[in-house]
């Protein structure tokens, strides 16, 4: 009976949409990322290379001022006597797979049903590929999300970038961004 009534209750608030837990996603998403940019900035990383790159078959993402994201492990770190932090990323969007074949369509319609349908960002998701760059742009971000893009590692960044990588199967250093009308974008450079 006491498990009949708890798969009701969850049930229940899984149907319903509630202020408090969408304030304890904001409060959770604050936290976490005051206290990693405050590592960031106090290890001197504000103006470093942002990835997301594969490092001894796992998902990374990383962030250092020179070099190439190889053979960094997870947490903060020295490389080429620079400092760099690394957060294992391999749970992050894991059901998302590589497509078959890299075009701007295949790419765009994955991305609109990951990042819009899926999970809420934005209303839509425009992409441009060209030999060594991808852009996508977010466009009608959600409100929600929107006060913590300029946080180095803000959600929006974070999630485009990892969904992108997974679906090209390639790595990727964030090579420029910004506002636009609309929403935000982010230019991949691909990494071989």
Known sequence: MSSILTGLVLLMLSFAVSESIINSLIEYLSLTNNALTSVIENVDLLESDFYVARVDNELRLVMLKRGKPEAVIPGLG??????????????????????????????????????????????????????????????????????????????????AAVATARLIGKDLKLSDSGNTVSGVYYVFEVIE
């Open 78 to 159: 020295v490389k080429f006597g620079e400092p760099y932090l690394a957060i294992p990323a391999e749970n992050v969007l894991e059901e998302v797979t590589q497509v078959n074949e890299v075009t701007e369509k295949v790419v765009e319609t994955n991305l609109n049903s990951i990042l819009v349908d899926t999970l809420g960002l934005c209303g839509r998701v425009a992409v441009k590929l060209s030999e060594k760059l991808i852009r996508v742009d977010l466009i009608n971000v959600n409100k929600v999300l929107k006060r913590f893009e300029k946080m180095p590692l803000d959600p929006l960044k974070t999630l």
